[in-house]
């Protein structure tokens, strides 16, 4: 089953996945942590935000919402966009159902901040290496990138993944239910990705995941990290 249609059937049957309408969690920690740093320099109305794997647009609504700004949301699945739009009717917030490989259709130095936040561990290296670089294209000068992704570190579930489904990268498996390809981070892979061209003021870990039964790592959530990271 390829990305789009997986994420089709998620949005239509919430098979695999709980997709919620709420905002994350995450993103409200780290726009309360970048009013707190800069007041409303970057967080306002002349403000611009991409969220990359945008779903139902519930993180882009809570930009719009809390802070007025302007937003675009791409999603591989048609579905998604669907739900999008329909959230949004009032909003200035525009969406279209496209894969985030590849170059992106956003002019330079144009967007203040993107969101990639568990979208881009479906890309392979190459690709992944090319959106870094479509990011660095797009975000204004002192732009933000808010990046929430898999964290290998710490996680017994994600080392037995890695072990027994591996895929044709180090660090990248096959899900064994969802049958999709997905890459997990550590730490200093993460600081090692972005280096000088970047300025990671934060990175927040979730909890282990080493809880054990019957002697394997206990199934359920995996770990994750958030990380803050500024454009210079």
Not at 14 to 25: D, G, K, R, W
Not at 96 to 108: D, K, N, Q, T, V
Request: glycine share 6%.
């Amino acid at each position: 089953m390829d990305h789009r249609e997986f994420w089709n059937q998620e949005y239509q049957t919430a098979e695999h996945l709980a997709l919620s309408t709420e905002s994350s969690e995450d993103l409200e920690k780290f726009t309360r942590w970048n009013e707190r740093e800069y007041k409303r320099l970057y967080l306002n109305p002349l403000a611009t935000c991409l969220d990359l794997g945008c779903g139902n647009g519930r993180n882009l609504i809570y930009m719009s919402q809390t802070y007025g700004m302007r937003g675009l949301g791409f999603d591989i699945s048609d579905v998604a966009i669907e739900h999008a739009q329909a959230a949004s009717e009032g909003l200035p917030i525009e969406y279209e159902a496209r894969s985030i490989a590849g170059e992106l259709p956003i002019e330079s130095d144009s967007t203040t901040f993107v969101l990639d936040m568990m979208t881009s561990h479906f890309l392979k290296k190459d690709e992944r290496e090319q959106l870094r670089s479509e990011i660095y294209r797009i975000l204004k000068p002192g732009g933000w990138l808010f990046f929430k992704s898999f964290l290998a570190d710490e996680d017994l579930h994600t080392k037995r993944l890695l072990r027994e489904h591996p895929a044709d990268e180090a660090g990248a498996y096959i899900h064994p239910k969802l049958g999709v390809y997905e890459y997990v981070w550590t730490e200093d892979a993460v600081h090692e990705f972005f280096g000088r061209d970047w300025e990671i003021h934060k990175f927040t870990k979730s909890h282990k995941h080493i809880l054990m039964r019957h002697g394997r790592p206990e199934a359920g959530k995996r770990r994750t990290f958030s990380a803050y990271i500024q454009k210079f």
